[in-house]
């Protein structure tokens, strides 16, 4: 008799277990440290304003130039949380026209950001025919940042055919 014959079907089954049993433990911790590197970050968030929230902007104004009809522009404006409490947007992204005509929607990505957090406002626009020359768009975002509770963005283009 041979000796898986001769020990008892428990001891064999439990002996097949184990090396399963490790590999299933070893993923589960190889996980675990990725997901903590994955959301730990290198450098913690050090504000630039204490006590309040804060907005900035990477871009202020955008000139697009000349502009055939019919041509999609899209203008992204990233902005950030430079503060150490959260920035609210305390009402809806408005578009003024100053020249021009056919304002944008503008599309919040958040409306609301967590200290170092960053978000963008989108806006998709094209002319055609009557709607050339130039065009002159304010982009009003406001928030409760106490500095600066209404930030403006100037977008410009001139279109032709």
Known sequence: MSKAQKQPAHKQAGSQRKPVIWIIGAGIIILVIGALLLFSSSEPYVPEVTGAPSI???QSRFDYGTVRYGRPVET??????????PLIFTDLPHVQVVEGCCPPQAVASAHSLRPG???TVTLRFSMHEGMGGPHDFRLHLYTNDPDDPETTITILSNWVA
């Open 117 to 119: 957090e960053e978000a």
């Open 76 to 85: 992204v404006v990233r902005l950030r949380n430079t503060g150490d409490e």
């Open 56 to 58: 900035s902007v990477v």
